[in-house]
C-alpha cells in the first residue's frame, strides 16, 4: 500500500485565489510528521511546513495552511491568495517513528500546481 | 558550504560505464540521504547514512547501485554498468541529527544523469 497518496497529479488555481493540494497517508505508527516540499522547476526541494501527529493545531506557515484531519489522515496544503511563483511541484512526505525506518521520509508522487493570471 | 552540495549537476554516460556522484551535506550535519526522481516522479528513497551507524541500504535498487560516506561528511554515489533506466535526478539531502519525526531534510540541486 502507498504511504503517500496525491491523487491531484495537475491543478490550476487563479493568481490571488487559495488552492488546496491533497495528501492522505497511511501509517500504523502513532507518533509521526507530515512534510510539504515544493519543487520549482530549477529542481531544488523547499521545505514549507511540517504537522506532527501529536499536534493539536493545524500547522501554518505565512500563507501556507496544512488541514490536518488526522482521524481521516489527510495533511491537505492550502496556499492563500496564490501567486505566480507559487507554480512548482508539491510534494507530501511523512516520516514515522518506527524502529529502524525512523530516518527516511517517504514521498509522495507530487501534484503539479500551475497558477494562472 | 550554505546548503548541500551536488556534483556534477549533469552527467552524460554510455550504457555500460560506471558512473559516481557525489554530495557534500551541510557542515555539522551528521544524517544524509540519497534519493532518486524519474521524469515526473515522486522522490523514491536509495539509502540512509547517520553518524558512524551502518548505513540504512533498503532503497538501493540493484547491487550495482553502492554508496559510502567518508569521514561522516562527503559521500559518493557510485553506479556500475549504468542502464537506461537509471536516467533519472539523483538528489542528496542531510539533516542535522538523527531523523526525529519533526526533523526536516535540507536537499541539494540533484546531479541530473542521463544514460545513453
Known amino acids: 500500500a502507498q504511504k503517500i497518496t496525491q491523487t491531484q497529479p495537475g491543478m490550476f488555481v487563479q493568481e490571488k485565489e487559495a488552492v488546496t493540494l491533497d495528501c492522505t497517508y497511511d501509517t500504523s505508527d502513532p507518533s509521526y510528521g507530515l512534510f510539504w516540499y515544493k519543487q520549482p522547476s530549477s529542481g531544488e526541494m523547499i521545505f514549507l511546513i511540517y504537522?506532527?501527529?501529536?499536534?493539536?493545531q493545524n500547522a501554518t506557515e505565512g500563507r501556507y495552511s496544512l488541514n490536518f484531519q488526522k482521524a481521516r489522515k489527510s495533511a491537505n496544503l492550502v496556499i492563500s491568495a496564490s501567486q505566480l511563483g507559487d507554480s512548482a511541484m508539491y510534494f507530501c512526505?511523512?516520516?514515522?517513528?518506527?524502529?529502524?525506518?525512523?530516518?527516511?521520509?517517504?514521498f509522495g508522487t507530487g501534484t503539479r500546481l500551475q497558477v494562472t493570471l | 558550504g550554505a546548503g548541500v552540495s551536488q556534483s556534477p549537476s549533469n552527467k552524460v554516460t554510455e550504457k555500460g560505464k560506471d558512473v559516481e556522484l557525489r554530495c557534500d551535506p551541510i557542515s555539522g550535519h551528521t544524517a544524509l540521504y540519497w534519493y532518486r526522481q524519474s521524469l515526473g516522479q515522486g522522490l523514491e528513497f536509495l539509502i540512509y547514512?547517520?553518524?558512524?551507524?551502518?548505513?540504512?541500504k533498503s532503497g538501493l535498487p540493484s547491487d550495482r547501485f553502492s554508496a559510502e560516506r567518508t569521514g561522516g561528511s562527503v559521500s559518493t554515489l557510485t553506479i556500475q554498468r549504468t542502464q537506461q533506466e537509471d536516467s533519472a535526478v539523483y538528489l542528496c539531502?542531510?539533516?542535522?541529527?538523527?531523523?526525529?519525526?519533526?526533523?526536516?531534510?535540507?536537499f541539494g540541486s540533484g546531479t541530473q544523469l542521463s544514460v545513453l
Open positions: 512526505a511523512m516520516r514515522e517513528a518506527l524502529t529502524g525506518t525512523a530516518s527516511k521520509l517517504t
Open positions: 539531502a542531510s539533516s542535522p541529527t538523527r531523523g526525529t519525526t519533526n526533523e526536516k531534510l535540507f
Open positions: 504537522q506532527g501527529s501529536y499536534d493539536q
Open positions: 547514512f547517520q553518524g558512524n551507524s551502518a548505513p540504512d
